[in-house]
């Protein structure tokens, strides 16, 4: 099973087995089949809306993996309505998906089973800033991060647990490698980003965009400096 980079640098996140894991926001199922057969957890859920997708997948999973060798299960259901269950220790991957779809995903598995330790790894199409406020909110603290550039688009792989040890930036903290050039341009483009949206909705962005600033002027000022005209994070 090949996963693309972003999906395989996911994967290399993880920091242990499972009981289940939740493939959330399936799509084609590609990083959960991975799961599987790198044994990553006891079980695989996979779950989406899309009825042909899902259909497909169920076909597939049949063939690959037998039953008899391997544990997954296919909901085609939105994600709102899972409740998270009872297990011995179980981890929901939501990527993918906007940021404001991931913080409702997160907040439903969250309120569904209220007191429920799960972890997650999330890592939505922009937007990383607030889903990293809301992953705090619920009690949640870093495993870990990670940058990860596919076909010029930036993302953040954000892996959280309630039992873990660090805090969870909203800027971002650990992931950064200033000698990085890739992760210095993504600071740029976020730099400019915010700016951007600061001037047109400053009660929403400013914080955003001072919380970037007063980051990044800490380690190498010509980020915020020459962020004026950069593209879209
Ligand atoms: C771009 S794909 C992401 C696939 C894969 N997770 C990845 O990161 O490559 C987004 C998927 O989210 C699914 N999706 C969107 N809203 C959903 C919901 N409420 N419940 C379940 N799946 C949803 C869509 O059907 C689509 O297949």
């Not at 076909?59 to 939105?78: G, H, I, S, T």
Request: with cysteine; hydrophobic share 40%.
């Amino acid at each position: 099973m090949k996963l693309g980079h972003r999906l395989s640098q996911l994967e290399g996140m993880l920091k242990q087995r499972y009981s289940i894991i939740w493939d959330c926001c399936c799509d084609h199922g590609f990083l959960g089949m991975s799961l599987l057969q790198n044994k990553l957890a006891d079980k695989v859920v996979f779950v989406d809306v899309l009825v042909p997708q899902m259909a497909q997948l169920e076909r597939k999973l049949k063939q690959r993996f037998p039953a008899d060798k391997f544990d997954w299960e296919v909901l085609c259901q939105d994600l709102q309505e899972v409740t998270v269950p009872e297990a011995d220790s179980q981890l929901f991957i939501i990527a993918g998906v906007g940021a404001d779809s991931a913080i409702r995903f997160v907040d439903s598995l969250c309120a569904s089973r209220p007191g429920a330790k799960f972890d997650l790894l999330v890592c939505s199409v922009h937007g990383s800033y607030s889903v990293r406020e809301a992953l705090s909110r619920h009690g949640f603290r870093l495993k870990d991060e990670r940058i990860i550039l596919e076909n010029n688009r930036f993302y953040e792989g954000i892996y959280v647990s309630q039992t873990a040890d660090t805090n969870i930036m909203n800027t971002g903290a650990a992931m950064w490698d200033w000698l990085n050039p890739e992760h210095r341009e993504y600071a740029h483009r976020l730099s400019g980003h915010y700016s951007k949206k600061a001037k047109t909705d400053p009660t929403k962005f400013q914080s955003i965009s001072v919380d970037y600033k007063r980051l990044f002027n800490a380690i190498n000022p010509d980020i915020v400096h020459q962020s004026g005209s950069s593209k879209h994070d």
